[in-house]
């Protein structure tokens, strides 16, 4: 049950890690490095427990449910690691000690040491004290392999990789005309924001105002253009004019970019290749699903594996009402958003 809690204050914990979004792996005690870590070591003993087998081949099995191409640097991984944590495990030390003893975790000047898990008898100090020896060795291992934090860990860094890119920016990276959005998905683009029709003119995106009636091409990217033959009008103005259509842009925070960190990642049972199929798609949206969120949620829910129900918002709504709002939205919600952020940079990445 303790470490079912543990895991639980975890997700917690990664919830609030994006709020540094130029420097998302920083924070006092080691910080996500530590909570990473502790989640890892968690998982690992518990796959232990429930397999009936030693820590490597826990390990392995778990870099097993990885998408292939995180498999083999998850293995080098584990074979760096798995004897150091094999003994902290077999001496009973909670995963908070363990990732002290590899470096992750530290205690900086003017804190107390921190835990997600019981503290063990005798406290932190005491324990911190008798893994000593351990982290000295693997301490001179990690300087010899250049490993100076968890996110320089094969299998880790290609994921830390990723975080860095989807955290550096409230805008779409891959955005040829610099008009606010992308043919792209993933890293703010169209999960986000309306998928641009054409991204070599940044006159033309979602929410544009139509040129010239769009009779020659779809700038506002709602699907409407051309010249209706029996009026002589733009379609647009036949379809749309009067229609009073309207965009919905959300300004927020995790709440409303949807953060929903999958349970089924932190019980060792429910691991599988299944629940961790979508991964790369996940952490490129930053943990969060605002295509499904109340605000801008635009697609049927095909993640049945980690996340249930169905999708309903208030862009749907518009867009079933009107059908020249498609692809109007505009989702800018923020992990660990807050009114300062807001003002300094959030709102700053509106486009209309």
């Keep these: 049950m303790w470490r079912c809690l543990g895991l639980l204050c975890t997700a917690v914990l990664l919830s609030l890690v994006p709020a540094a979004t130029a420097l998302p792996r920083r924070g006092a005690n080691g910080g996500s490095d530590c909570t990473v870590c502790t989640v890892l ?9 429930v397999y009936d087998e030693d820590v490597a081949a826990a ?8 998408p292939a191409p995180l498999q083999t640097p998850c293995k080098v991984g584990a074979d760096m690691f798995a004897p150091y944590i094999t003994e902290m495990i077999y001496k009973k030390e909670t995963p908070d000690v363990a990732c002290h003893a590899l470096g992750f975790c530290k205690v900086d000047p003017g804190h107390q040491a921190c ?8 406290g932190m100090d005491e324990s911190l004290r008798r893994i000593q020896p351990i982290y000295n060795d693997v301490n001179k291992m990690r300087q010899e392999r250049g490993l100076p934090d968890i996110c320089k860990v094969p299998g880790i860094k290609e994921i830390c990789d990723i975080l860095d890119r989807a955290f550096d920016s409230h805008l ?17 683009g169209s999960s986000w924001r309306g998928k641009d029709c054409n991204d070599f003119d940044k006159r033309h995106h979602p929410g544009a105002r139509p040129i010239d009636g769009d009779i020659a091409m779809d700038s506002n990217c709602n699907g409407i253009f051309g010249l209706d033959s029996e009026t002589g009008l733009p379609y647009e103005d036949v379809l749309c004019n009067g229609t009073e259509p309207r965009g919905v842009v959300l300004l927020g925070d995790s ?12 019980e060792a049972k429910s691991l599988s290749p299944a629940v961790f ?22 697609i049927n829910n095909t993640f049945g594996e980690i996340i249930q129900g169905p999708v309903d918002s208030i862009y749907m709504r518009l867009r079933e009402r009107n059908r020249c709002n498609h692809r109007d939205y505009q989702n800018i919600g923020v992990n660990g958003g807050a009114s300062g952020s807001m003002n300094s940079s959030i709102v700053k990445s509106l486009v209309r």
């Design 41 to 49: 070591v968690g998982l690992i003993e518990q796959l232990a427990q």
């Design 59 to 66: 390990f392995e099995r778990f870099c097993s449910f990885l």
């Design 115 to 122: 835990h997600l898990f019981p503290v063990p008898k005798g």
């Design 172 to 188: 779409p990276s891959e955005d040829l005309d610099k008009d606010g959005h992308s043919t792209m998905k993933t890293f703010r």
């Design 255 to 266: 709440i409303g970019a949807h953060f929903h960190l999958p349970p089924q990642w932190f």
């Design 277 to 298: 199929k979508d991964l790369f798609f996940i952490l490129e949206n930053e943990i969060d699903w605002p295509e499904l969120s109340t605000a801008t949620g635009h």
